[in-house]
């Protein structure tokens, strides 16, 4: 079992930046796959980002060239650097753990764009 905890959404501007963070434990010697997503009211859960143990990425085309995932695996930590901001990029942010095939999932952090 994996358990995860959010950090670093809040309030900012057009064309601000944030840095979300994300930290592991419990099983994390196990962990594969790691990643954020995120879901706006009445919108659907996107995967905006993804990266692997050894560090290869993938980008939602949304956010490819604004965001950038990163992976710290002696803190069990994995970052999503949110740069240029836009108001569509309002959402609650969660990241998740893959462990073979069970996903775990943290409680999410909000994230808010103002015009």
């Known amino acids: 079992q994996v358990q995860l905890v959010e950090s670093g959404g809040g309030l900012v501007q057009a064309g601000g930046s944030l840095r979300l963070s994300c930290a592991a434990s419990?099983?994390?010697?196990?962990?594969?796959?790691m990643g954020w997503s995120r879901q706006a009211p009445g919108n659907q859960r996107e995967l905006v980002a993804t990266?692997?143990?050894?560090?290869?990425?993938n980008y939602a085309d949304s956010v490819k060239g604004r965001f950038t995932i990163s992976r710290d695996n002696a803190k069990s930590t994995v970052y999503l650097q949110m740069n240029n901001l836009k108001p569509e990029d309002t959402a609650g942010y969660s990241c998740?753990?893959?462990?073979?095939?069970?996903?775990?999932w943290g409680q999410g952090t909000q994230v808010t764009v103002s015009s």
């Open positions: 998740y753990a893959a462990v073979g095939s069970r996903i775990s």
């Open positions: 419990g099983n994390i010697f196990s962990i594969n796959d």
């Open positions: 990266i692997t143990r050894i560090g290869s990425t």
